[in-house]
């Protein structure tokens, strides 16, 4: 059973990213999660918004994404949900971060997906059919 939580419009602006974490540090907060744990959740949700203002918009600041956070009795899920450009399946499915040694390989694209896939315990990727994307992140709520 969803108990009430929080929903918040976001205009696609990265500037407003900083507001995001925020919220999500503060929500995690209230619900006891060790703060090493949050911190990698704000950045795997960071990531989250990134991809929809950077992909689903193609970077225009005047969209709006949504970001709701709430609970049930297993789980604290942080839901990203944008109107825009669905994802292409083969850049949402979980491969595993790559074990890099020399930071130079890193490349751009993809490790946010796969960041959030490591940091929550169930990750959720509903990508519309012609509109739209949804990413549902679940942590297991702390003892």
Partial sequence: MNKPGIAMEVSSD???LGVVRGAVRCFLDA?????E??????LAVDEAC???????????????FRLAMRTTERWLELEVRDSGKPAPR???????LPEISDHSEIT?????????????DNVDFCPG???????????????
């Fill in 14 to 16: 990265p500037a407003l």
């Fill in 90 to 96: 083969d850049k949402i499915v979980q491969k595993g």
């Fill in 31 to 35: 619900y006891g999660v060790p703060n």
């Fill in 37 to 42: 744990r949050t911190a990698e959740a704000v």
């Fill in 129 to 143: 059919k012609t509109r739209g994307n949804c990413v549902t992140l679940r942590l297991k709520r702390p003892e």
């Fill in 50 to 64: 990134a991809n929809a203002i950077r992909h689903a918009y193609g970077g225009q600041k005047d969209r709006k």
């Fill in 108 to 120: 751009p694209g993809g490790l946010g997906v796969q960041l959030m896939y490591k940091v929550f």
